[in-house]
């Protein structure tokens, strides 16, 4: 069997097991029937709003919640009492996700922090879909290689023009990185703390580059795109040359993971669900009760069915700058490891759960490498115990305590 149908078997087991606790137990034929007459934006602001009436804040604590400049979906929690943090500090949430990742952050992290934001990014939740300006150079090669020897060797399978495709990449990432900067600008902001959850991580790193001035000290959670690898345009490979593939080590350029996400799975996402029916109704419910398993809310977990199923949540734009920036391994095309001497960051923290699917020996091994870039230890690696990768979900309050720490003034 091939890696592609392995993978597209497991994903399909894990939609298809059902939980058994009674309450979790939904229709497929239902879910299905409203996503089609539900106005679904209307629906998720509801949800979320649901998430939020369950927190309770202290006295003085106000949380307030706007549409910033009519496009960006910005949650506020302010305590002008707090004393460890004073920085300002944005949260950034992960791919196909909102800023409701932090709800069950947002109290505990209330206490010690003077300003926490998190907005949904462009085209995410209940933000807007930003247009995308059209790429005014011609589209390079994307960087495809064949294999010569299944699993040892592979070869370019065309010359890469690294610039062109560097100022390419530049162009997806800088939808997201310069609706940060707007974002920045317009709440009055100077220095601030980024926090950016797997996708989010790779995005805040990357806004960390573009506008070195502007980031006090990043945290980047389970982060996507750590690695280095045979897809990094970087690498200055030659094409009709083999070279060898390893698994090992996260910091060579060589290496490669054995995951290959079916091609349609990426290029489709959630609409094959929706066209599924019923039947991708209930694989989604699924894989939602199986990927958060480890968090109690069931609003939380209808909140995201409603985010991942619902009817025009997801937008087009968001999967195209995903599939531009990632590979269907899911390395990225300008890995975060090959620019740990351009970040200006003060300090830079990246924290991964006990249980992560993600990379943790590439995050151990890219805070060891900025430390030795550094000559100083401002770089810090933790683990959260009990958590996967939403450990900001699965164990929230070990999560803030080891946050807080890493931020203090």
Avoid at 50 to 64: A, H, R, T
Avoid at 193 to 205: A, E, I, Q, R
Avoid at 258 to 276: G, T, V
Wanted: net charge positive; with cysteine; proline share 4%.
């Amino acid at each position: 069997m091939t890696v592609r149908r392995s993978l597209a078997l497991r994903l399909l087991r894990k939609g298809m097991s059902q939980p058994d606790e009674l309450s979790l137990k939904r229709s497929g034929w239902k879910q299905w029937w409203n996503s089609l007459n539900y106005d679904a934006k209307g629906s998720l602001k509801h949800l979320q709003q649901n998430l939020m009436d369950q927190l309770q804040f202290d006295s003085g604590i106000s949380v307030e919640n706007s549409m910033l400049l009519g496009e960006i979906n910005q949650w506020r929690i302010s305590n002008p009492t707090a004393k460890a943090v004073g920085v300002p500090t944005l949260m950034i949430h992960g791919y196909a996700a909102s800023s409701m990742t932090f709800f069950r952050n947002f109290e505990q992290l209330s206490l010690s922090l003077k300003d926490v934001y998190a907005v949904d990014l462009p085209g995410n939740g209940l933000s807007k879909e930003l247009p995308l300006s059209v790429d005014s150079m011609q589209k390079p090669d994307r960087v495809e290689f064949n294999e010569t020897v299944k699993g040892q060797y592979f070869r370019l399978q065309n010359p890469v023009d690294e610039e062109k495709y560097k100022k390419h990449l530049a162009h997806y990432e800088d939808y997201y990185v310069d609706a940060l900067e707007k974002w920045r600008k317009e709440n009055k902001l100077s220095k601030i703390n980024l926090v950016g959850h797997s996708y989010g991580g790779y995005l805040t790193f990357k806004y960390s580059l573009k506008y070195p001035d502007n980031v006090h000290k990043l945290c980047l959670v389970s982060p996507l795109g750590v690695e280095r690898s045979i897809f990094s345009i970087h690498n200055h490979l030659e094409p009709e040359r083999d070279y060898e593939i390893q698994s090992e080590d996260p910091s060579k350029s060589n290496y490669s993971n054995k995951r290959n996400i079916p091609k349609l799975i990426l290029q489709y996402q959630n609409k094959a669900l929706r066209w599924m029916g019923p039947l991708g109704a209930k694989a989604c419910w699924g894989y939602v009760n199986s990927s958060y398993g480890r968090v109690p809310s069931v609003p939380y977990r209808e909140y995201v069915f409603q985010l991942v199923f619902g009817k025009g949540i997801m937008t087009d734009t968001s999967i195209r700058i995903f599939n531009q920036l990632f590979s269907r391994s899911l390395l990225a095309y300008d890995p975060i490891m090959d620019s740990l001497d351009k970040v200006k960051v003060s300090k830079l923290m990246l924290v991964y759960g006990e249980h992560d699917w993600m990379n943790k020996v590439a995050g151990r091994l890219a805070i060891e490498e900025f430390n030795s870039i550094r000559k100083s230890y401002d770089g810090t690696f933790d683990i959260v115990s009990r958590a996967g990768h939403n450990l900001v979900l699965d164990n929230p309050s070990e999560f803030n305590s080891k946050l807080v720490d890493f931020l203090r003034d």
